[in-house]
């Protein structure tokens, strides 16, 4: 099944009005520019998203000092959820939030967790829907080829 309206390989990534975990400033996809980004979109009740969350923070630690960042954008309607979550599961990337909920229709997202690898120039490279084992290292394979370019 597919979206007309879904961003797709080869477009620039929209920016979203998500709200950064950190210092509750809004978020801006563009500002990674010269990165290479892991953009994922999760929530607490994804049971994917429980797999892929300590494959992603290892790989991010892996690749953060080459020019990676992971930014996960959190879908739950209660932000208590996701806090739940992350205490259970923790990680070091960056977590947004987006309370608005306008990222996902930006996006047209069509499965959970859905991931997006966006290259140094802002442009979507790579899209993977859902998460089971093993695909940490096709996402490895893809984030190295990109720092490489």
């Not at 477009?11 to 996809?29: G, H």
């Not at 959190?74 to 309370?99: C, G, H, S, T, W």
Request: one cysteine or more; hydrophobic letters at 40%; a neutral charge.
């Amino acid at each position: 099944m597919t979206n007309a309206n879904a961003v797709k390989i080869g477009e620039i990534a929209p920016n979203c009005p998500t709200i950064n975990q950190e210092n509750k400033l809004p978020f801006q996809a563009d500002l990674y520019k010269g990165k290479v980004v892991y953009l994922d979109f999760w929530a607490s009740w994804c049971a994917p998203c429980r797999l892929s969350f300590p494959k992603l923070n290892k790989l991010y630690k892996e690749l953060k000092s080459q020019g990676v960042e992971v930014i996960a954008i959190n879908l739950d309607e209660n932000r208590a959820d996701a806090e739940k979550f992350l205490q259970e599961n923790p990680v070091e990337f960056k977590i947004v939030y987006d309370d608005a909920k306008q990222c996902p229709k930006q996006y047209a997202l069509i499965a959970m967790p859905s991931s997006y690898i966006i290259d140094k120039q802002g442009v979507i490279r790579m899209i993977h829907l859902g998460f089971k084992a093993g695909n940490e290292a096709k996402i490895h394979t893809d984030l190295l080829a990109l720092l490489s370019e």
